[in-house]
């Protein structure tokens, strides 16, 4: 596949609207359908595309493996310290409220950051899965 | 009368005893190295026996559970974390047996572990153990779900990392049998969500005894009970469903068995008493399916078909594998006679048989650290080598059978009582009668390990390191002393027997 | 005959939640594939998906985000607790495949019956 010339452009084309699409997702997720799970399976769609039609190496330049593995427990770390933030300034453990001025803002603030979090955790959870297949049985 | 002082966290304690267990994880997957890890997982695993015991403390003090609200939402609405004496009880029990491993873990781990492995391995034994805790202290039964998935996922990685091939189609059984019981697990919540829309145990168990009124409504609930028990019968390895659970033992390696034999059970039985006891009640449980009847005849079954596959095994690990199935029976017994005595003796024995499992398996895993193999004929004559491991597993076999003197009898003099309470004295006789099949397995084993001439292997055997020794002895004097001063086991248990039993008769 | 059917047609989705459980469940146990135990596995699980989502509908009901012009909408607590319930059953899956991989690996066969003569059971 590495010749076909169509396939090649047409990805290079698509690419960056489906990362655009998975940043809208994202953060339209207040509004409309989306959030972090669709968005991170969206942005690691991307990748994993990418890989298929330009090849594994190709495609561990742009997402390389070790910062990939590190983002997996970082979202986790994002998510899970958003809710320790919640008790270091008083309130519950997962409580927004201290965030900001009023509960709307406070809450609009705690659920980005923990989308965040998830966005992280399931891109690269996602590309983690798809590398360590990949691999398997072609060293 | 706290006895620590946690000063501005003392009430998040709840939270954090589930949370700082899950950050080691997060944490020691940055440390890429497996003693860091291991010095993390350390200092984290200690601090948990401290929060649990004080939570204990204080519900014990008070007689009021603990509620925290996770987000600070009300209860039907968010989920809540709730400590009762029943909860606190099993949190000390798992978080004890969390920590006492870990000291002993860094050489067992280091040395049947590959080292770009070790920091996982030590990610996922606190994901593991995260997971227990958050079953037994949710009040929530979705969330315990996604707790009950979270221990079982880590509890594969961790079989499957196990030296020998058949690790890993032991891990991969368990992942389907467990699968199937967390998926029936959540079928039966689903109908119960159906039925009254709620998900949190207090409000499901109030709405749930007006709900039945209603025909249709009932068969739903009783449905539900059905997928649930069979459900967590499975997560607990209660006879038949007990499968999966010996290969997995007997291939894991050793510090994840010692931890799964003492805990992963252990929070399973958890979850199905919350259930049977505080959410269905006895008008349902009891009356309408005879779920205690049902657990009766297979929980005997289990006390004597396991202990004669115990007899005949000729692999250590194993051995002892099936004697945790048969005496998960004996807790299941407890709780299918539903009295004040044998659920005492059901819960005593959760404490109890975690100390004395955890030590055996911890026993055979020093012995596996130095001959490299737990088959009786390579562990012939070890006892002459390897004395004061040896010991330890005598004294812990000892407690196993049930002997006076030891944690084993106090458990199993409450079922016997309860057995009396309940009129049914073959069951009194049948509890005795298994434990002399338990004295058959033990003795043999004993008698393999002193008094035959060392084989080639164990003939070069060393006694065991010191950091393995003194978690190992720790366990074994427990067993004995626990068989003197049951403040802490039994004393315990009937209070939280209390409230279980309490509700109902 | 009629108040079969219409039984039947009131709650078609439980009978393809019940008919897709039962397939799964049998598909786990009859095969001997571990490829296709853990296929079996998913489907068992993804009924599970549709016994919570269908009662979450509500007639007349809009997708559950806050708007002026609505004031019916679907109940949205189902679709979290099967979203957590989805990344799960990922999870599960990915882990269980990832076994197969190192089993084929180590036994070089997926077939359990011939991983069995394999390894006796006594060693």
């Known amino acids: 596949m590495r010749f076909d010339l169509i396939l090649r ?42 890989a298929l039609i330009f090849g594994i190496r190709a495609a561990k330049q742009i997402a390389p493996p070790a910062i990939v593995e590190m983002m997996v427990p970082l979202g986790v770390l994002l998510y899970a310290g958003t809710g320790m933030a919640g008790i270091f300034l008083g309130d519950n453990f997962l409580e927004y409220t201290a965030f900001a001025h009023d509960f709307l803002h406070a809450h609009e603030w705690g659920i980005f950051t923990v989308e965040l979090g998830v966005l992280i955790t399931v891109c690269s959870t996602m590309i983690v899965m798809f590398y360590a297949f990949v691999e398997r049985g072609r060293s | 009368m706290s006895a620590l002082n946690w000063g501005a966290a003392e009430p998040h304690l709840p939270i954090l005893l589930v949370m ?7 944490f020691s997957t940055f440390l890429r190295r497996g003693v860091l890890a291991w010095l993390l997982a350390l200092i984290v695993t200690l601090s948990l026996p401290l929060m649990s015991i004080t939570l204990l403390l204080k519900v014990l003090e008070t007689g009021q559970p603990i509620i925290y609200k996770i987000g600070n939402w009300d209860a039907p609405f968010g989920i809540v974390y709730k400590v009762d004496q029943l909860s606190a009880y099993v949190l000390c029990v798992i978080s004890f047996i969390g920590a006492v491993i870990l000291p002993y873990a860094r050489r067992s781990i280091a040395a049947e572990i590959e ?87 207090d ?30 019968a499975l997560k607990l390895a209660l006879f038949p469903m007990h499968v999966w659970l010996p290969n997995a033992y007997a291939y894991a390696p050793s510090v994840a068995t010692a931890f799964l034999a003492g805990t992963a059970t252990k929070a399973a039985i958890y979850l199905l008493i ?41 692999n250590a690990k194993r051995m002892l594998a099936y004697s945790s199935v048969a005496q998960v029976g004996y807790i299941m017994l407890g709780v299918a006679l539903a009295n004040q005595a044998s659920m005492t003796g059901a819960l005593a024995h959760i404490a109890n048989h975690a100390i004395m499992k955890t030590a055996l398996f911890l026993a055979l895993g020093a012995v596996f650290y130095r001959i490299g193999s737990v088959l009786y004929s390579d562990m012939s004559g070890i006892g002459r080598k390897m004395p004061l491991t040896m010991a330890a597993f005598a004294i812990a076999g000892i407690g196993l059978m ?14 016997a009582i309860g057995a009396i309470d309940a009129g049914l004295y073959s069951v009194v006789f049948m509890i005795v009668a298994s434990s002399l099949i338990s004295v058959v397995y033990i003795g043999r084993i004993t008698e393999v390990v002193w008094f035959r001439e060392p084989s080639p292997a164990a003939a070069t055997a060393k006694e065991a390191p010191l950091s393995m020794l003194i978690p190992l002895w720790l366990l074994a004097g427990l067993t004995v002393y626990l068989g003197f001063d049951t403040r802490l086991t039994a004393d315990v248990s009937a209070k939280a027997a209390d409230i279980l039993i309490g509700g109902i008769r | 005959m009629m108040d079969a059917l219409q039984q039947f047609s009131a709650h078609y989705n439980y009978y393809i939640t019940i008919f897709l459980m039962i397939s799964g469940l049998f598909i ?31 007639v007349g009901g809009t997708a559950p985000i806050y708007d002026k012009n609505f004031t019916v909408y679907a109940n949205p607590l189902p679709h979290v607790l099967m979203l957590t319930a989805i990344v799960v059953g990922v999870a599960t899956l990915a882990l269980g495949l990832a076994l197969v991989v190192r089993i084929k690996e180590a036994y070089g066969t997926v077939e359990e019956d011939e991983i069995f003569t394999k390894d006796p059971e006594s060693e």
């Open chain 1, 9 to 50: 452009v047409g990805a290079k084309l698509v690419l960056p609207f489906i990362l655009l699409f998975a940043l809208y997702v994202q953060f339209h997720g207040d509004y409309g359908p989306g959030g972090g799970f669709q968005a991170g399976v969206i942005a690691a769609g991307m990748v994993i595309l990418y």
């Open chain 2, 402 to 415: 049930g002997t006076p003197g030891t944690s084993g009898f106090i458990s199993k003099w409450y079922l």
């Open chain 3, 28 to 58: 786990v146990i009859a095969r001997g594939n571990l490829i296709k135990k853990l296929i079996g596995l998913s489907l068992f699980q993804t009924s599970v998906y549709l016994l919570y989502l269908t009662p979450a509908k509500i």
């Open chain 2, 20 to 26: 700082t267990p899950i950050f080691g994880a997060l």
């Open chain 2, 115 to 201: 080292e770009p492995a070790q920091s996982w391995y030590i990610t996922m034994y606190l994901l593991c153990l995260g997971g227990l805790l958050g079953i037994v202290i949710t009040g929530d039964a979705f969330n315990a779900f996604v707790f009950l998935e979270i221990s079982s996922l880590s509890t594969y990685v961790l079989i499957a990392l196990g030296r020998h091939r058949r690790a890993l189609l032991a891990s991969y059984q368990y992942l389907i049998m467990g699968t199937i019981g967390a998926t029936f697990y959540i079928i039966g919540v689903g109908l119960l969500y159906l039925v009254t829309g709620t998900l949190n145990f």
């Open chain 2, 274 to 314: 919350r259930v049977v006891f505080s959410v269905f009640g006895t008008a349902l449980s009891v009356e309408a399916l005879p779920i205690p009847d049902l657990l009766l005849v297979l929980s005997l079954a289990a006390m004597f078909l396991a202990s004669f596959s115990a007899v005949f095994e000729n």
């Open chain 2, 203 to 232: 409000d499901l168990s109030q709405r749930l005894s007006t709900a039945v009124a209603d025909p249709g409504m009932r068969n739903a609930t009783l449905t539900a009970l059905g997928f649930i028990v069979v459900g967590l």
